[in-house]
């Protein structure tokens, strides 16, 4: 049985304050035997929100795959063991859109967070002219052959695997609970071809895409769905708590 994990995606919010307060008021109702929670904070709120926390795990939203050197404004994996984070979102759409994150530089990070034991959440997804196109399956698996390139079946099965289709991003669009479980089993099939069936039964892969508490529990019911990366539902107190009642 793979246990569910919800996790937060807060982008570019929160001050260290913020982010003190949020953690303190949330942290308590995420006490739970039977599913994970978490939110993915800014670098700089990292610390703050990993001494706050007792129950809910701490993600950063990115990193780098070289553990020092001449790359300006990037955070290593090394620094961030130091800091305790557990797990790190990786390859998501907006890093690879406006940063230029591809499969192979997402393959590293994969490769090195697992080296240093933080689990990576690797984010796939298509974009709204390849769904019409009906590429959707396509892009998928070619994403997920570059992005889990070389790697062990036993790496694999304990990685988090968001599908996120870029247009039901941030847009208020989400894509229907059928369109969402159809690509994520697509996701764990392709794990298999890739790693066998055994780590295709235990990858935890998330939804994302405009989930709310009032559409959580739907996504949550599907087979091949384990879990949510939530964007801008998570930013807040009351609508958080109410996502992780929903699920836990």
Request: aromatic share 6%; charged share 25%.
């Amino acid at each position: 049985m793979r246990k569910p994990i919800i996790v937060g995606n807060w982008k570019m919010n929160k001050t260290m304050k913020e982010t003190k307060e949020f953690i303190e008021a949330v942290d308590p109702a995420a006490a739970s035997e039977n599913a994970t929670f978490g939110i993915g904070a800014p670098f700089t709120a990292l610390s703050t929100a990993v001494a706050a926390a007792n129950n809910l795990i701490i993600a950063a939203e990115n990193c780098h795959f070289e553990d020092s050197g001449a790359f300006t404004g990037e955070v290593s994996v090394p620094m961030l063991q130091e800091v305790g984070v557990t797990h790190c979102i990786i390859g998501h759409s907006e890093r690879r859109t406006m940063f230029g994150d591809t499969d192979e530089t997402v393959n590293k990070k994969a490769k090195r967070l697992i080296e240093a034991g933080i689990t990576p959440i690797l984010c796939i997804g298509e974009t709204e002219a390849q769904y019409d196109a009906g590429e959707s399956e396509k892009v998928i698996r070619d994403q997920l052959t570059g992005s889990l390139a070389d790697m062990c079946a036993k790496c694999v099965a304990d990685i988090v695997i968001a599908y996120e289709p870029i247009w039901a991003i941030g847009t208020g669009k989400s894509a229907s609970v059928e369109i969402a479980e159809n690509c994520c089993r697509i996701v764990r099939d392709q794990v298999k071809v890739m790693y066998g069936e055994e780590a295709a039964e235990k990858v935890r892969v998330q939804y994302g895409g405009s989930v709310k508490p009032n559409n959580i529990a739907e996504y949550m019911a599907q087979p091949d769905i384990d879990g949510a990366l939530i964007g801008g539902a998570s930013l807040k107190v009351d609508s958080f708590i109410e996502i992780i009642e929903k699920t836990k």
